[in-house]
């Protein structure tokens, strides 16, 4: 269950944070305390499931690492972009259930 929101609008790009499984805040770890691209791609190849059946929400919804601390090169999340609210809903409803184990954001586009 999905129990807050953050979001961040401008220039037309929303943006919320899912993080870490079993504690559903939206609220992104800090840049230091994320984990490292390879621990999200790792991430990414072991729930090949979860990411085809985002994916299939929507033309709009791609998944993929984002790496959102420039100084911090090497730690990231995953980026779930979409392109309407049926999609935001039906990638949130999922994710409600299924977890990566690592942090996630969802930016609309």
């Given amino acids: 269950?999905?129990?807050g929101g953050f979001l961040v609008a401008g220039g037309g790009i929303g943006?919320?944070?899912?993080?870490?499984?079993?504690?559903?805040?939206?609220?992104r770890p800090e840049c230091g305390k994320l984990p490292?691209?390879?621990?999200?791609?790792?991430?990414?190849?072991?729930?090949?499931?979860?990411?085809?059946?985002?994916?299939?929400?929507?033309?709009?919804?791609?998944?993929?690492?984002g790496a959102p601390c420039g100084d911090h090169a090497d730690e990231a999340l995953i980026r779930i972009v979409y392109h309407t609210k049926a999609e935001r809903d039906a990638v949130s409803s999922i994710?409600?259930?299924h977890s990566f184990g690592?942090?996630?954001?969802?930016i609309e586009r």
């Fill in 1 to 3: 269950m999905l129990v």
């Fill in 15 to 27: 943006l919320s944070l899912i993080p870490f499984p079993g504690k559903q805040e939206f609220a």
């Fill in 36 to 65: 490292s691209q390879s621990e999200v791609r790792r991430a990414l190849s072991q729930h090949r499931d979860l990411v085809a059946r985002l994916e299939n929400v929507g033309k709009g919804v791609s998944v993929k690492v």
């Fill in 95 to 97: 994710l409600a259930d």
């Fill in 102 to 106: 690592v942090p996630v954001e969802l």
